[in-house]
T-cell receptor
Framework: AQKITQTQPGMFVQEKEAVTLDCTYD???????LFWYKQPSSGEMIFLIY??????QNATEGRYSLNFQKARKSANLVISASQLGDSAMYFC?????????????FGKGITLSVRP | DTAVSQTPKYLVTQMGNDKSIKCEQN?????MYWYKQDSKKFLKIMFSYNNKELIINETVPNRFSPKSPDKAHLNLHINSLELGDSAVYFC?????????????FGPGTRLTVL
């Protein structure tokens, strides 16, 4: 069974600095996708970035990049030049290839607070 | 032009009542999902449908019944509501049901059972 682990306590970062949010995963399936979502205090779930297990390069989307270390089974999210609007809860998620019963499994989330 | 929409956004009701949450997506996706987020913010899948066919049915009480009238809609009906059903329910959709398909979420419905 797949598992996502996010163990950092609440994170704080100064505005305009970079921050790394940790995520480790566990699966024996060679085919999987890793996702990061943002949940601001307003409650919606916003997709940020995707990394496939076969992707050779780390994914990037604007200020978001994913530090994918396959051997270590980690998929850390890096946010550059933090903004006040980045204050939110961040979820790492994984979906493995198991055919019709493939499910997106979420970690418990990390709270990020950006200080002015 | 909202991609995934849910109604209502808030739902407050008494124990024992029956309620429904509606979800619609205009992304042309084939697969839709229902998730439950509990008070500790943990998100877990409840159901998934692909082209109106039930694909995933997690260990959910049979008081919860999803219905997909067409591939753009997936509604959730809950019978005999209990206190423990209080949570935020999210609808989501993806192009297909593959591991590389990104799921896009609706705004959520906060259900409070009194």
């Amino acid at each position: 069974a797949q598992k996502i682990t996010q163990t950092q306590p609440g994170m704080f970062v100064q505005e305009k600095e970079a921050v790394t949010l940790d995520c480790t995963y566990d699966t024996s399936d060679p085919s999987y996708g890793l996702f990061w979502y943002k949940q601001p205090s307003s409650g919606e779930m916003i997709f940020l970035i995707y990394q496939g297990s076969y992707d050779q390069q780390n994914a990037t989307e604007g200020r978001y990049s994913l530090n994918f270390q396959k051997a270590r089974k980690s998929a850390n999210l890096v946010i550059s030049a933090s903004q006040l609007g980045d204050s939110a809860m961040y979820f790492c998620a994984m979906r493995v290839y198991t055919g019709a019963n493939s499910k997106l499994t979420f970690g418990k989330g990390i709270t990020l607070s950006v200080r002015p | 032009d909202t991609a995934v929409s849910q109604t209502p956004k808030y739902l407050v009701t008494q124990m024992g009542n029956d309620k429904s949450i509606k979800c619609e997506q205009n992304l042309g996706h084939d697969t839709m999902y229902w998730y439950k987020q509990d008070s500790k913010k943990f998100l877990k899948i409840m159901f998934s449908y692909n082209n109106k066919e039930l694909i995933i049915n997690e260990t959910v009480p049979n008081r919860f019944s999803p219905k997909s009238p067409d591939k753009a809609h997936l509604n959730l009906h809950i019978n005999s509501l209990e206190l423990g059903d209080s949570a935020v329910y999210f609808c989501a959709s993806s192009q297909e049901e593959g591991f590389a398909d990104t799921q896009y979420f609706g705004p959520g419905t906060r259900l409070t059972v009194l």
